[in-house]
Structure formats: C-alpha cells, structure tokens
DNA sequence: CTCATTATTTATCATTTGATTATTAAATAT
DNA sequence: ATATTTAATAATCAAATGATAAATAATGAG
C-alpha cells in the first residue's frame, strides 16, 4: 500500500512536529492539552477526542498514563497546585496600607492568578460531580481571606475584635457577598461565555469601595447583636 | 432557595406501587425523577441509571419518550418554565415603595422561586455544556432586573436617567455584582455542597443594606465620566 | 549500513450505553 | 371465566469507549 502522507494534526502550522518526541515532552506536551480538553468538556470528555486533539492515536496516551483516571489525577495537581500566593494572607493584615488598598490589591491580584479559565470550568466540574477539592478550598478561603477580611473591617470601623466578639455567620455573609460578587463575573466570562466589556480592575474597585463605604453600620449592628447574644 | 435541602434519591416508596400504572401518571413520574437525576448527574447521566432510580426497566423509557434527548428536553421544560414572575419587573420600578423594600422583596421573592437545587445545577450544567439557554437567560436579567435597577438607584440618588446619560458597562457592573452575591450563595449551597446556616432572607437584607448605602458616590462618578464621554 | 531500541500506530477486546424487538402479564371488556 | 388490550419486562443489537496486544517505523549505536 503506498504510503499516503499523513493528514496533518488539525492545528500545528508552526513546527510540522516531528513524529517522534522525546517522552519528557510528549508527556509534558499531553498533560497541557488534556489540562484544555477536560477544562473545555469536563471529565467525562472522551480519551479518543482527547488523542484527536493532540494529534496523536488514543492507545498512546495509555503507554504515559496507565489510566484516564491517572491522567484526569495529574491534571488536577497541575491546575490546583501553587496558585494561591501565601503573602496575600499578611497583604490583607498589614495595616500599614488603608484597608481599601489592600482590598483592591489582593482581589486584583487574585482574580488575575485563580480565575481563568481552566481553574474556573475545571472548579465548577469538580462541585457538580461532588469532588472534594472545592470543599477543602473553600474552606480554606474561607479561614484565609473572609475572616480576617472581617476582622480588618472590625477594625476599620472601631468594633471590638473577633477575639472579643466572635464572627457571627451574617457578618461572614457579607464578605462571602463581596467575594461572590467577583467570582461571579469569572463565571459569567467562562462558564456563561458572555464578553464582559468592562474592566476587571476597574469593575473591582468600584465594587470594593461601595462595599468598604457601606458595610459599617451594617456590620456594626450584626456585631452588637451577636455580643449580645454571647453575653 | 431557603429552605430547599438536596433532594433525596427516593429511597422508601410510601405506597408499594402497583406495577401496572396509567400512562399519563408514569409519564409525570419518569419526568418528575428524570429532572432531579439530570439535576444531579447532569445530561451525561445513563438510562440505565435512571430507570434503576424511577424503580422501572430501561426500554420503558423508550415507551414513553423516543430518545434520552426528548426527555432531556422534556425536563428542560419543566424546569425552565414559569419561573420568572412578570409582577417582578413592576415591583423594581413601582416608587410607591421605597427602594431598599423594594430590592429586598424582590430578591427574596427570586431568591426563593429560582434558585433552587434542580435549577441551580441544571443552569450551571447548561452553561459548561454551552447550551443557549443560559444566553438568553441572562439577557433577561439585564434587561428586566439589572437595567431597572440601575435607573431607580439613579433616581435615588438624583442622577440622569438613563435616557439623559446611557447605562455605561461599569455601572451595570455594579448591578451584575449585586446580583452574583445572591447567586453565588447558591451555588455554595448546591453546586459546593457547603452547608450555609445564615438565614438567606436576613443575609438579603444586609447585602441590599450595603449596597445601597455605599453604591450612590460610586454610580455617581461613573455617570459623570459617562456623560462627559458622550459629551 | 546493520541492528537494537522504543515511540507510535493498527487491530482488537470487553464493557458500557442508547435503542429495538419479542415476550410476559396486568387490567378491562365481554 | 375467557378474550383482548397494552403496560412492562427480558433479551438483544449496534455503536461507543476505556483499555490491551501485536505490528510498524523512527532514532541512535556500533
């Protein structure tokens, strides 16, 4: 049979990729594909979709990974791993900034390392079937942003400690709202697919300053009511 | 949204259930438990499966719908109709009542009518999957809630109308925020499972509270900056 | 070049899964 | 009771899918 040249990979056009890669790459090469395919069609996506995409067959992608399974495991770690950044606990907490500052910071920054598209879809797969991973994250924002984002807001507007006066579920409401509001707008963007025009930066200063101007009383009757109720 | 927990897989079937049903019965019970699998497992979720769930053989299915996709669409329908109160788009702009009620009323009164488990996690998977209805979903909420709304806090707080200086992207931004935190609280509870023990009229309550009284100075330079744009 | 190594492909297996057909049995009519 | 109708099941098909084994061909060594 004569040998036909073979139908290129659909989308290759700079290096026509030799046939034969060395194993580091193409398994480097196969874990970033299939981190886009499973972000694109969830865990269920299929692994001879996956092997069309990347250009090669599908038995190939069992000789680097010994199962689907294995393969969606190393996806996971290398969405999920060294995202967050550990000096944005204290960058909430210093106050040697004003607190709207740090605010602004930490969400611009956040928003900008977390909130793309594969974290996003990936994230939101994961709840729906029930994974633990969004549990144990959210914890964790929980304990390392909401509440000392509470207690910062304590603080600001001269209200007793969480020492002193515990952070009752209401007032964590309140910045699980401000929170939601900006992941919200990553949803919209890569689970909606709806193109939002307006700036992201921008749309989270706006956002941070009519919270920051208007959570005071609120929160300061939330306070007296949970000392109260403690005493 | 309140107070609707995860429904359970029917586990024990009250009345042993006579094999033999009237078709118009079976029909609503497979539609009644194929909405809360799809829910559940998403589109992708087997026949199989359902069947076992339903307490019946799979070809029955077939019986009553000619493909999984009709009855996907069968489901489609029965959670996507009728949830939208038009009394809603009145009850935002009616300044009989003053605004803060008026928020209030209707977030709950949407809160509690829409979000729920089956259409949280049917809308969510709909989106991921790219079907339109989330699109078009959304372009209503702009147009009858996020609109509206912008323009009663514009007449709150002695801006133009919407006719004088157009609505600008940041400042609808600030609606889409107000409305994400409620949406977000949602999807903690039915898409991450977290369990969340603040009254979700009350947290209604104090997020409309901020809102409104940090939103005005904001809106207020956005307009200014979008009228000079225009100008 | 010749040959050994191994990255990659072709062919194929065993289940799974949406769907169809043939059979059984429950309800109703006579 | 007997017969008729049809809801429901059992048996099965064909395509899809995760995975394996055998065959092929690209690469480097001698």
Chains 1, 2 share one sequence.
């Not at 299939?34 to 038995?59: C, M, N, S, W, Y």
């Not at 605010?103 to 994230?123: G, H, I, N, Q």
């Not at 994961?126 to 207690?151: A, H, Q, W």
């Not at 579920?169 to 697919?193: K, P, V």
Request: charged share 30%.
């Amino acid at each position: 049979m004569l040998d036909s040249p073979k139908p290129q990979a659909k989308s290759a056009p700079e290096r026509p990729q030799k046939k034969r890669m060395n194993p580091d790459a193409r398994e480097a090469h196969i874990v970033a594909e299939a981190v886009l395919f499973f972000a694109e069609h969830g865990f269920e996506g299929k692994t001879r979709d996956l092997a069309k995409r990347i250009g090669i067959t599908q038995p190939l992608l069992y000789r680097y990974f010994p199962s689907k399974e294995s393969l969606i495991e190393r996806v996971y770690q290398e969405v999920y791993v060294q995202r967050w950044n550990p000096a944005w606990e204290d960058l909430i907490t210093d106050r040697r900034a004003p607190l709207p500052d740090r605010l602004c910071r930490f969400y611009k920054e956040y928003s900008r390392a977390v909130y793309d598209y594969v974290w996003v879809r990936m994230f939101v797969y994961s709840g729906l079937k029930g994974v633990d991973i969004n549990d144990r994250y959210l914890r964790g924002i929980k304990e390392k942003v909401l509440r000392p984002v509470c207690g910062e807001l304590r603080h600001a507007n001269g209200l007793p400690t969480p020492g002193a006066v515990p952070i009752g579920e209401q007032e964590l409401e309140l910045a699980w709202g401000l929170h939601g509001s900006f992941f919200y707008r990553a949803i919209r963007r890569y689970i909606y697919n709806l193109t939002t025009t307006a700036d992201s930066d921008t749309a989270i200063e706006n956002e941070v300053r009519v919270f920051l101007s208007g959570v005071g009383p609120v929160q300061r009757q939330l306070v007296e009511a949970q000392d109260k109720q403690d005493s």
